[in-house]
């Protein structure tokens, strides 16, 4: 009988567990990954993928939950979903010791660009290989001011970020880097703060209803850095009080617009590139 009650209690738990879904149920669900037991009792959830690149299915909170400490991990398949994140619900006990193996060897960012963002992450998307497609929400009643912070980093995939409103106190902190992949972040007509660009081959991008209301504080071939919002300071780096956003991608293209307004279309980065190599290709035939 006890061997019994004990079985139907863990048929019981998993049915709860299978209830859960996206946070939003006009999102999208967030990827398969693996489920650590221990954050059951958390509102958030940490997701592990195996050193092989297969994946289990993801435990994401019940609907209309807010998460933090949301952190997953793909080795080859893609990232995507939507999710609610909210910087002071609570947080999960941690990542677990594979999870931060692994990830350490999902796209090392350079020195310069490490650690830049500060606090622990709200949300934390790596993948090796995979492209990475998040939309999110930061919300939370809480009159006490926080900060959501958001890392992605890929090595050879694309990044698309697109938060669509965040709650009036609330900041957010992105934090996006990509070795070989291009970086598209779209943000809300409430961001108010400093958006640092930096692509080593000088291709990025201020997408047209954004760039009609940004003011440029420095431009070089590779890096751009604005400001967004009327209230912006002009201030760059840990001690803006405002929003923040840092994207880096070493050989990609770097995006930046407003959700809702601004359009891209992802093939356009490999268009380019492969326009550019033949322009380059038809120049040395036309000189030999």
């Given amino acids: 009988m006890i061997v019994d009650h004990e079985e139907k209690s863990a048929r019981n738990e998993k049915q709860g567990l299978a209830e ?3 946070p939003d149920r006009d999102f999208v669900p967030g990827p398969p990954a693996y489920f650590s037991a221990r954050d059951a009792s958390s509102s958030s959830a940490i997701v592990v993928a195996s050193p092989s690149g297969s994946t ?7 609907s209309g939950v807010p998460t933090n400490g949301l952190s997953i991990f793909t080795v ?17 006990s941690g990542p677990s010791i594979l999870q931060t193996i692994v990830q350490h060897r999902a796209g090392r960012r350079p020195r310069h660009v490490r650690n830049m963002t500060l606090g622990a992450p709200t949300a934390r998307l790596d993948s090796r290989h995979g492209n990475i497609s998040a939309v999110l929400r930061v919300v939370g009643e809480s009159p006490t001011p926080a900060t959501a912070t958001i890392r992605s980093t ?3 995939g694309n990044i698309v970020l697109e938060l669509v409103s965040k709650s009036p106190t609330r900041t957010v902190n992105f934090d996006a880097y990509s070795r070989s992949g291009n970086i598209s972040l779209l943000i809300p007509r409430s961001f108010s703060g400093v958006v640092e660009l930096r692509a080593r081959n000088g291709d990025m991008e201020l997408l047209p209803a954004l760039a009609s209301s940004v003011r440029i504080v420095r431009a070089s071939d590779r890096e751009t850095v604005v400001l967004v919002g009327n209230n912006a300071l002009p201030q760059v780096g840990p001690t803006s009080t405002g929003d923040l956003a840092r994207l ?3 050989s990609g293209r770097v995006r930046l617009g407003f959700s809702g307004e601004d359009v891209f279309n ?14 380059k290709l038809t120049t040395r035939s036309a000189s030999s």
């Fill in 20 to 22: 859960y879904g996206a």
């Fill in 56 to 62: 289990l299915p993801v435990v994401t909170p019940p």
């Fill in 76 to 92: 080859l398949e893609p990232i995507k979903g939507s999710w609610l994140l909210d910087p002071l619900a609570a947080q999960s």
């Fill in 154 to 156: 890929t090595r050879s």
């Fill in 248 to 250: 880096c991608a070493r």
């Fill in 266 to 279: 992802e093939s356009d980065g490999v268009i380019a590139k492969a326009s550019h190599l033949f322009q």
